[in-house]
C-alpha cells in the first residue's frame, strides 16, 4: 500500500522528465543546425518523441516551451510555434490509430508531417514576412520555377514542403530510433503517469463515449467553450486596448510635431517677402533657399506628410510653397488657386478666412488626419499666409493587419497550449472519473441484482482506483461505500431471506402432510407431484415452449407452492375422503368442491400476506388443477392456455401420479398403460406441449418414481 502510494505522488514527475527531456533535445538541435546554417531546423524530434509517449498536452508543452527558447537565437521561431504545435497535435492523433514501432508507418508519417508543416511555413513566410526566412530555400526555388515554369509564390510552397519532409524524416527516425531502445515498462509507466484512476483502454474510452453520445454537451466540451469564448474576448479587449492608446500616442506626437513644424516656419519667413514670392517665384533665390528650408523641416519632423504655404482667399488657397509626396507627387505649383471644395475640407473655409491659428480633424482610428493652419502676421497684424502641415495615420490600416497577423500567430501557440491543458485536467479530474463511475453505476443499475453480481459491482468500482484529491475522489469513496454497503445489506437481506423461505416451506409441507395424512392411500404424493412439476417445468424451457413465462422467479414460485395444490381437500369430510369404495355422484360433487375450498383458504392467506408471491401460484394450482385443456374440468370450465401454467403442469403430474400409484379402491397401473393413458389424454385434458415435455423428461420421472415409490421402472 505504501509502494502504491508512493507511486502515485511520484507519477507525475516522468511526465516532466519526458517534457524536459523533449524541449531540450529540441533546442539543442535546433542550436546545432542554426550555428552551422543547415537548412533543415529538427527542432520536433524532442515533440514527436513527448506526443508519442505522453500524449497530447506533453507533446503540445514541448512544442511551445522550445520555440519559446529558440527564439533566444532565432526572434522568428516564435512565429512557427504553431507549426510544431500542429505536427504535436497530428502525431497524437497518428500514432493513436498506428504503432510508432512499424517503420513504414513512421516514414509515412513523415511524409504526411513533412508536406503540412512546410506548407504552414511557407503561408506564415508569405503573409507575415513577405520574404524568404531560409536562405536555402531560395535555392531550392530556383530549379522549380525555371523547370516547372511555376510562380514564385507556389515554388515557395513546394521548395518548403521538401526541405520540411526531409526535416521530419530525420526528425522522425531519431524519435523512432530512441523509442524503439526503451524498455516497454517504462514507456508504459510515462504513458500512465498523467492518470488519475486506474488507466483506462481504448475499448474503455470507447464505451464511455458511447455513454456520453445521448448527452446535450459534455463538461469537456463546455470547459472548452467557456476558455475559447473568455480568451477571445480577452485577447480581443487587450489588443483593442493596446492599439488604442497606442493610436493616441501616436496622434498627440503628430499633432506636437505639426505646431512646432508650422511654429518653426513661422518664425522663419519674413511676412514681407510673400508678396515678393508671388510676383517673382524662383527668379528670386530667396525662395529657392526657402523652398529647400521648407523640404528640411518636413522631412526631419516626425510623422509629418506635408507643409505647405497658402495664401487664403475668400473662396480658395493660392499656394506659395509646395512640396511633393508619395501620395501627390506633382505638388501645386505657385500662385495656383484651389477652391475649399477643391481642397476636399468644406471645414477648412471656417478656420482659414479667420486669420487665426487653427487645425482641421477627420477620420477616426484607420484613417485619422489632421490640418494645422499657424498664421503668418506683417507689422500691422495682418495675416498674409498660412504655414499648413498635415499629418495622418493613414499607415495604420497596414499596421494594424500585420500587428493582428502577429498577435494570432504567436498567440496561437500557447492559445492551444492552455485549451490543451484544460482539457487534460478536465479528462483526468473531472470528466474520466465521473464518466467511469456514472457508466458503471448505469450498467449496474440494468444488471440483475444476484450477490454474485453485487460482489462483482463492488470490485470493479473498486478498481477504478480514483485518486484526484478533490471532490471527485470524495464522492467516487462515497459511492464505493455505498456500492459495498449495499452489497453486504443484500447479503443479510438473502440470508435472512433464505431462512423465511425454509421457515415457509416447512410449514408448507407440515400442512400439505396434514391433507396428505388424511387419505391412507397417498403416501408421498405431494413430494412425486411436486418433483414431477419441477421436471415438467425444465423440460419446456429446454425446448423453449412458453419462455416468457418460465422465468427462474415464476419456475421457484411454482415449485414452492406446488405441495399446497389440494389444500382444499381438508374441507372434506374424512367419511368422503377416506371412503375405500367409489364415490357416489353427490359423493364427488363433495369431493369437486376441493378447488373452490382451496382457493378460499389461499385468498385468505394472500389477503393477510399482501398479496404475496408464490401464493398466487399456489392458489392458481389449487383452484384450476382439474380443469381440461378442451374446457371439459372444473370449477370453471377453462380451456386452453386460459387455464394458468401452473395448473397445466399440475394437472399432469397430478394425474400420473394417481394412476400409478395404488389406491383402495384399485391397484397402479403399470408404467406402458399410464403412459397409454396419459397420451389418450393429449389435447383433451392435458396441454399438449406439457405432455410433450413431459414424455421427454421420462428418464427423470423415472427416478422420482424409484426415489419415493421404491419401484423399479
Known amino acids: 500500500m505504501r509502494n502504491e502510494v508512493k507511486m502515485k505522488k511520484d507519477s507525475g514527475k516522468w511526465r516532466v522528465i519526458l517534457v524536459i527531456t523533449g524541449v531540450i533535445t529540441n533546442v539543442l538541435l535546433f542550436f546545432i543546425t542554426h550555428h552551422f546554417g543547415l537548412p533543415i531546423f529538427l527542432d520536433t524530434v524532442g515533440t514527436i518523441m513527448s506526443s508519442v509517449i505522453g500524449g497530447l498536452f506533453p507533446g503540445i508543452l514541448t512544442a511551445v516551451l522550445s520555440n519559446t527558447l529558440c527564439a533566444v537565437v532565432d526572434y522568428n521561431s516564435v512565429f512557427f510555434m504553431i507549426v510544431n504545435v500542429a505536427v504535436a497535435i497530428f502525431t497524437t492523433w497518428y500514432f493513436r490509430k498506428y504503432s510508432f514501432i512499424k517503420i513504414e508507418r513512421v516514414i509515412i508519417y513523415a511524409l504526411i508531417a513533412g508536406a503540412f508543416s512546410g506548407l504552414m511555413g511557407a503561408f506564415i513566410q508569405d503573409v507575415l514576412f513577405g520574404e524568404i526566412q531560409n536562405g536555402i530555400l531560395v535555392e531550392i526555388m530556383t530549379p522549380i520555377h525555371d523547370n516547372l515554369h511555376v510562380s514564385d509564390q507556389l515554388s515557395l510552397y513546394t521548395g518548403n514542403a521538401l526541405i520540411n519532409i526531409i526535416d521530419k524524416m530525420i526528425a522522425s527516425i531519431l524519435a523512432f530510433i530512441v523509442i524503439y531502445y526503451t524498455p516497454m515498462e517504462e514507456l508504459k509507466t510515462v504513458q500512465d503517469a498523467g492518470w488519475r484512476q486506474r488507466p483506462l483502454s481504448i475499448d474503455e474510452l470507447q464505451k464511455i463515449k458511447a455513454w456520453d453520445k445521448d448527452l446535450k454537451v459534455t463538461a469537456r466540451s463546455r470547459m472548452a467553450y467557456t476558455l475559447v469564448g473568455a480568451s477571445i474576448i480577452l485577447v480581443f479587449i487587450m489588443g483593442w486596448i493596446g492599439v488604442s492608446l497606442y493610436f493616441e500616442n501616436q496622434k498627440t506626437e503628430r499633432i506636437d510635431s505639426a505646431w512646432n513644424a508650422t511654429s518653426f516656419t513661422t518664425q522663419m519667413i519674413d511676412p514681407e517677402s510673400i508678396e515678393n514670392f508671388l510676383e517673382k517665384g524662383e527668379e528670386d533665390e530667396s525662395y529657392l533657399l526657402f523652398h529647400n528650408l521648407l523640404s528640411t523641416i518636413r522631412d526631419n519632423a516626425y510623422g509629418l506628410e506635408n507643409l505647405y504655404i497658402v495664401k487664403p482667399q475668400e473662396d480658395g488657397f493660392i499656394y506659395i510653397f509646395d512640396l511633393p509626396t508619395e501620395k501627390k507627387p506633382d505638388p501645386y505649383g505657385l500662385g495656383e488657386f484651389v477652391s475649399y471644395d477643391d481642397f476636399g475640407m468644406t471645414k477648412v473655409k471656417e478656420k482659414a478666412v479667420t486669420g487665426r491659428a487653427g487645425y482641421v480633424e477627420s477620420g477616426s482610428l484607420l484613417g485619422w488626419k489632421m490640418i494645422v493652419f499657424n498664421p503668418v502676421y506683417d507689422a500691422e497684424g495682418t495675416c498674409v499666409c498660412y504655414v499648413v502641415a498635415e499629418v495622418s495615420l493613414a499607415y495604420m490600416a497596414g499596421y494594424m493587419r500585420t500587428f493582428i497577423l502577429k498577435v494570432v500567430i504567436i498567440l496561437s501557440g500557447y492559445f492551444v497550449l492552455i485549451v490543451a491543458y484544460a482539457l487534460w485536467t478536465t479528462d483526468v479530474y473531472d470528466t474520466y472519473p465521473i464518466s467511469s463511475m456514472a457508466e458503471m453505476l448505469d450498467r449496474f443499475s440494468k444488471g440483475d441484482d444476484s450477490q454474485d453480481q453485487l460482489d462483482s459491482n463492488v470490485r470493479e468500482i473498486r478498481a477504478l482506483d480514483i485518486h484526484t484529491g478533490d471532490e471527485t475522489e470524495k464522492l467516487y469513496k462515497s459511492i464505493c461505500s455505498m456500492t459495498l454497503n449495499q452489497a453486504e445489506q443484500m447479503r443479510s437481506i438473502r440470508r435472512l431471506s433464505e431462512s423465511t423461505a425454509k421457515m415457509q416451506d416447512g410449514l408448507i409441507m407440515t400442512m400439505a402432510d396434514m391433507v396428505e395424512n388424511r387419505n391412507l392411500d397417498m403416501g408421498a404424493h405431494i413430494q412425486r407431484t411436486t418433483a414431477y412439476v419441477r421436471i415438467i417445468m425444465e423440460s419446456l424451457k429446454k425446448k423453449g415452449y412458453y419462455a416468457e413465462k418460465l422465468t ?87 380451456h386452453g392456455e386460459v387455464i394458468p401454467l401452473s395448473a397445466r403442469i399440475m394437472a399432469i403430474a397430478d394425474v400420473f401420479d394417481d394412476i400409478t400409484s395404488d389406491r383402495v379402491y384399485r391397484k397402479a397401473y403399470p408404467l406402458d398403460e399410464a403412459l397409454d393413458i396419459m397420451r389418450d389424454f393429449n389435447g383433451t385434458v392435458f396441454d399438449p406441449k406439457c405432455l410433450e415435455a413431459f414424455m421427454d423428461a421420462l428418464p427423470e420421472i423415472k427416478v422420482i418414481m424409484m426415489k419415493y415409490g421404491g419401484k423399479s421402472v
Open 552 to 638: 427462474p422467479k415464476f419456475l421457484s414460485d411454482v415449485v414452492r407452492s406446488a405441495p399446497l395444490y389440494d389444500v382444499g381437500k381438508i374441507k372434506i369430510p374424512d367419511g368422503i375422503l377416506q371412503k375405500p369404495g367409489e364415490l357416489t355422484p353427490e359423493e364427488f360433487e363433495v369431493i369437486k368442491t376441493h378447488t373452490i375450498e382451496g382457493k378460499k383458504i389461499l385468498d385468505n392467506a394472500i389477503s393477510t400476506s399482501n398479496g404475496d408471491n408464490y401464493l398466487k401460484e399456489a392458489r392458481n394450482m389449487a383452484t384450476y388443477h382439474h380443469e381440461h385443456w378442451d374446457g371439459g374440468g372444473y370449477p370453471e370450465g377453462l
